[in-house]
């Protein structure tokens, strides 16, 4: 469990302990945001980078449809005192179908790189150990960083229950969107993509075969390779 969730947990027991005033605690599943952070890189021509299998999934939601969401629940009655998973209207998207839609979005011909995910370890505890080491807060942060976007490549954040999804931003609006306007700067997001990145150049990660969609510009079906083919499956069949 990562420290913001220790944190949000413990505030949410003692929320509920209490009894001078109602409350409603709300669990968004992803903002957009947090799935976002390769959008520059694939408008520049690079790969979109896929962890394990490409398949775990999220339905992430919009920060202002959670923000509409948050100042009605101080009003309606039937959200008093309970707890509330929520994600947005689309259904659970796996990070195979994100990129496609993240390319779709910028107009760029798809192409994945598949990254193995003890690139996470390396850099956690490189980051760890320095920190240790030095107790400066800042590597401590970044190790924390790196946490979480693990969690972001591992774990599924999805919710199904349809009183449970909301909105209307949908997330291939949402990437249209940005790719057209550009997308407000975050420092973690921003960060951890770079980390990444730089990570997978020093690994030479990004020399395996790219996966093209069938038909495009590139597109080479006498040799696809087996990671290619397993992809493109994985994407028909979500």
Not at 22 to 46: D, Y
Not at 62 to 90: C, H, M
Request: aromatic content about 12%; some cysteine.
């Amino acid at each position: 469990i990562l420290q913001f969730q220790k944190s949000k947990l413990k505030f949410e027991a003692e929320l509920q302990k209490q009894n001078d005033m109602t409350w409603t605690i709300v669990r968004p599943t992803a903002f957009f945001k947090s799935v976002s952070g390769q959008l520059e890189g694939v408008q520049s021509g690079t790969p979109f980078v896929l962890f394990l299998d490409g398949k775990i999934k999220s339905n992430p939601i919009a920060e202002s449809d959670l923000a509409t969401y948050l100042v009605d629940s101080a009003t309606d009655l039937s959200r008093k005192n309970q707890i509330i998973n929520l994600g947005g209207p689309d259904e659970p998207l796996s990070r195979l179908q994100q990129g496609y839609m993240m390319f779709k979005a910028t107009g760029q011909e798809p192409s994945f790189s598949f990254a193995p995910i003890g690139i996470f370890d390396t850099i956690i505890d490189t980051c760890q150990y320095w920190a240790d080491v030095t107790g400066w807060e800042s590597l401590e942060n970044a190790a924390e960083s790196v946490r979480i976007g693990k969690y972001y490549a591992v774990e599924d954040m999805v919710t199904t229950d349809p009183k449970e999804k909301y909105g209307t931003i949908t997330l291939q609006e949402h990437f249209n969107r940005i790719a057209a306007e550009g997308q407000e700067y975050d420092p973690y997001v921003r960060q951890f993509s770079n980390w990444i990145g730089s990570a997978l150049k020093a690994m030479n990660a990004f020399q395996s075969p790219k996966i093209l969609f069938p038909g495009t510009k590139g597109d080479d079906r006498t040799s696809k390779t087996s990671t290619t083919t397993a992809a493109t499956s994985a994407y028909e069949s979500e």
